[in-house]
């Protein structure tokens, strides 16, 4: 079976899980061309990954010879070149979120489903070991009716991470916390309880940084059975903690932490799923995480490619995400990207 050709455009800080991800899947994939406007990013990427690089986006964008696209770059910059790719006839894997704002990121969804072509969007925390055998016991009715479910995300970043160029602005990349770190463990949440309805919030810049967004934020939700909810974020909390879903039901209660989790059912039973020792990306490190994530979240989309079938995350289920996002936001007063 060819392999599917693939152009990544982008390197930034998520360049590295996918290009280690996009080896390992070198019987299924090859990465034809890598691309960035920045020459010297690319001579520090060529230290690392052996793969062809140029300056030339828009080329990439309209070469017959490439089958998808990774696009990597800042928010604000998704929905023209997930246009572009379209035109181009290229399935696309989009790096989280969608783009700065609901109408951007609705844009992009629509654009991309009447075209016919894939879309994914990196949003990898669904793919952890845990993360799926909790998703299971759920779909199984494991833990009986859900009473009540949080999630908290208490990670850390120094000053010096905001510092840099654009580092969530509301024009570069549509706001803080919520959108830039906290949206992994807030879809994971989401697609794990269901949609919810935000029912109180609060956000705030802390004086831990100085920054355009906010670093706080925090809601009372209403699942979608009328059980409770809690949802906290924050880049404040030095030196950075795992992030943390719990689910408590009739007959049992699951602690998500990382990619670790504990699951007591009220009958006595217990289960423990550890596969995720090592650190999340909670700290002054960001990418301090493992690769195999994304590399699953890859595999899936590949097989979405060829099935012809919408990936786990898909841009419908990255939208609902966003939607959520947006909603705490509103709801805490919090102004929106436009």
């Not at 894997?93 to 009447?114: N, Q, T």
């Not at 809690?230 to 932490?257: F, N, S």
């Amino acid at each position: 079976m060819a392999r599917i050709r693939v152009g990544i455009i982008g390197l930034g800080n998520a360049v590295e899980p996918h290009a280690k991800s996009l080896l390992d899947l070198s019987d299924r994939v090859e990465v034809a061309i890598v691309a960035s406007r920045s020459e010297d990013r690319l001579k520090a990427f060529a230290q690392r990954f052996a793969f062809p690089m140029t300056t030339d986006i828009e080329g990439v964008l309209a070469s017959r010879d490439i089958d998808a696209v990774w696009i990597l770059t800042p928010p604000n910059s998704h929905l023209e070149l997930v246009k572009q790719a379209a035109k181009g006839r290229k399935h696309v894997l989009l790096e989280k979120p969608l783009d700065i704002s609901l109408d951007r990121a609705g844009a992009i969804v629509a654009g991309m489903k009447g075209s016919g072509l894939t879309l994914g969007v990196t949003l990898q925390h669904r793919f952890r070991p845990a993360s799926l055998r909790l998703r299971t016991l759920l779909a199984e009715g494991a833990l009986g009716v859900i009473g009540a479910a949080s999630c908290s995300v208490p990670w850390w970043r120094p000053q010096a991470y905001y510092d840099q160029p654009g580092r969530c602005t509301m024009a570069r990349d549509g706001g803080g916390v919520l959108i830039t770190q906290a949206i992994h463990t807030l879809d994971l949440f989401r697609s794990l309880v269901g949609d919810m309805t935000v029912t109180a919030a609060t956000a705030a810049t802390t004086p831990v940084h100085r920054m355009e967004t906010e670093d706080f934020a925090a809601a009372l939700v209403r699942l979608g059975n009328g059980a409770p909810g809690v949802i906290q974020a924050t880049t404040a909390a030095y030196p950075g903690g795992e992030e943390r879903i719990e689910v408590m039901g009739t007959a049992g209660t699951a602690w998500l932490a990382g990619g670790n989790l504990r699951v007591a059912f009220i009958d006595g039973r217990e289960e423990v799923v550890v596969r995720q020792e090592g650190p999340t990306g909670g700290g002054a490190n960001v990418m301090d995480f493992p690769h195999d994530w994304h590399r699953s979240l890859i595999t899936d989309f590949l097989d979405a490619i060829k099935e012809g079938r919408d990936p786990v995350v898909s841009g419908e289920e990255a939208l609902k995400s966003q939607e959520l996002i947006a909603a705490i936001l509103e709801k805490a007063g919090w102004r929106a990207a436009g």
